[in-house]
């Protein structure tokens, strides 16, 4: 889980967008900008320039509302500033703590003027011009807009504003019907949801046109798609999607995530088998090695189906790699249970995975079974910690003499340093260095070239 700041500078009013969470708050934050851009908002690096300022807020971790909180607290005494000197500062709370929190936003920091869900930002531009209307000194109510709409937000989204980077993130599956004992997702996401295929492939060509070359196709279930087929006929499954995904021409690289073990099917095996431009990489979350443990997580699955869906995917490709998330320290987690959990990493060996501390969220049904003590859940989560982290070493240091695709998307902190990823997602640190192009192209001000090493293996 990352902290990012959306920034892409330019004229007319400021936007600032600070965005907590998970990828699809990434790519929920983009659609943001998108929609305030025909508003004349455009991104702005500091919250202090700007006219509009969004809190897109992750629920997943815990104190997470408290974090919420204290960063408006800041963001007040900005605001009153910039109101002293005749300049409005709107400031809205979206995303899962607004949706958890909802009323009680408005009621501890009146000065909020939008509180708004997942589910409903697509109405965004009525939701700021309401907010422009009241009073700028916090008198009179918030914009409060936390429904689930029976009308689906991804009908109402505009195309894309701005270039979307080489490496583009896609929503195509969103809320979760699975119910797992400790996470919040499916109160503040809602249930499932599947975009029609025909919606994604127009999206993802239009992300390729404007210069993707790999695309992360996002859902909180997103093995479990399965969206309306282009032109009728049956649902299409994530399988099935990807396939034509790949039929892009220039999309080079296709990921997606997050998976749930008890959604994958034959067809999703079937295309990491035969599609070469899905990477052999899988963020596959088993959170337990222990079935008791899994069984009290409502996971519905066994730790013997986990291992043998490794294998499948294994099978249909020799090199794949595997990343997990896990959780110790689950309401009812014994010493076994955790032995089992060590036992199921050793087992697997991972290129990567997540761990974390179980922590209760307020009407989950995890949150109110008898708890783990804290310096129990930490020892565990340290032990667990060294043992990924020796096998992230190990898959990095096996990378050693490697040749690899590395898609080069940023520049690094060091001057003349270039950042990729390599199919494994493992960032790839280089020098940038003088290569041989061939001029294909000439503008007034600039002209385009391929790298001829390319050309070669054309
Ligand atoms: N849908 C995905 C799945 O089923 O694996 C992941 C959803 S969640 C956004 C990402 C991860 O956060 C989970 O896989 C879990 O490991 C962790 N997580 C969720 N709720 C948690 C909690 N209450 N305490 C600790 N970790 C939690
Ligand atoms: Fe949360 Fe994932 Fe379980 Fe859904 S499947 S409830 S998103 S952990």
């Not at 703590?97 to 936003?105: D, K, L, R, T």
């Not at 599956?173 to 997702?185: L, P």
């Not at 999206?203 to 279930?221: C, F, K, M, W």
């Not at 080069?408 to 041989?436: E, N």
Request: charged share 20%; glycine share 8%.
């Amino acid at each position: 889980m990352s902290e990012v700041e959306t920034e892409r500078g330019g004229l007319g009013k400021g936007l600032y967008i600070k965005t907590y969470g998970c990828q699809m708050n990434v790519y929920d934050s983009t659609r943001m900008a998108d929609l305030l851009a025909p508003l004349g908002y455009r991104l702005v690096s500091a919250a202090g320039d700007a006219d509009i300022v969004i809190l897109n807020t992750c629920h997943i971790r815990e104190k997470a509302a408290e974090k919420v909180y204290s960063e408006l607290g800041r963001l007040r005494a900005r605001q009153a500033e910039r109101g002293r000197s005749g300049e409005r500062m709107v400031l809205a709370v979206g995303g899962c703590v607004a949706q958890a929190e909802g009323a009680e936003i408005l009621r501890r920091a009146p000065y909020v003027d939008i509180v708004f869900g997942p589910q409903t930002y697509h109405r965004l531009p009525e939701m700021v011009a309401r907010a422009l209307a009241r009073p700028a000194n916090g008198d009179g109510r918030g914009v409060l807009d936390t429904e689930f709409p029976a009308e689906e937000k991804f009908d109402f989204l505009p195309e894309a504003a701005s270039p979307p980077g080489v490496a583009a993130i896609l929503t195509v599956q969103e809320g979760c019907d699975k119910f797992c004992s400790f996470c919040v997702v499916p109160y503040t996401r809602g249930a499932e949801y599947s975009r029609p295929a025909a919606d994604i492939l127009a999206e993802a060509r239009r992300l390729v046109a404007a210069g993707a070359r790999e695309i992360t196709v996002l859902g909180q279930n997103v093995n479990a798609y399965h969206g309306a087929a282009p032109g009728g006929g049956n649902e299409w499954g994530l399988g099935r999607l990807i396939r034509a995904l790949a039929e892009i021409a220039g999309l080079e690289r296709i990921r997606y995530t997050t998976s749930h073990p008890g959604d994958v099917d034959d067809a999703l095996i079937a295309a990491h088998r035969d599609v070469p431009q899905l990477m052999p990489f899988l963020h596959l979350p088993v959170q337990s090695g222990s079935d008791r443990v899994l069984a009290a997580m409502n996971r519905r699955h066994s730790v013997n189906q986990y291992r043998r869906l490794v294998e499948c995917f294994s099978a249909a490709r020799s090199d794949m790699a595997f990343s997990s998330d896990f959780i110790v320290g689950h309401p009812g987690e014994e010493d076994a249970d955790f032995a089992a959990t060590l036992a199921l990493v050793e087992a697997v060996g991972y290129a990567q995975a997540f761990s974390f501390k179980y922590s209760p969220r307020p009407g989950t049904p995890a949150a109110l079974a008898q708890q783990i003590p804290d310096e129990v859940k930490t020892a565990r989560l340290a032990a667990l910690q060294e043992l990924l982290w020796a096998q992230q070493r190990r898959f990095n240091e096996a990378s050693r003499d490697r040749v690899m695709p590395v898609l080069f998307d940023r520049p690094g902190r060091h001057p003349g340093q270039l950042i990729g990823r390599s199919p494994y997602l493992q960032s790839v640190h280089v020098a940038a260095a003088l290569l041989p192009v061939r001029i294909v192209g000439a503008g007034q001000n600039s002209i385009a070239g391929v790298l001829t090493a390319m050309e070669a293996s054309a």
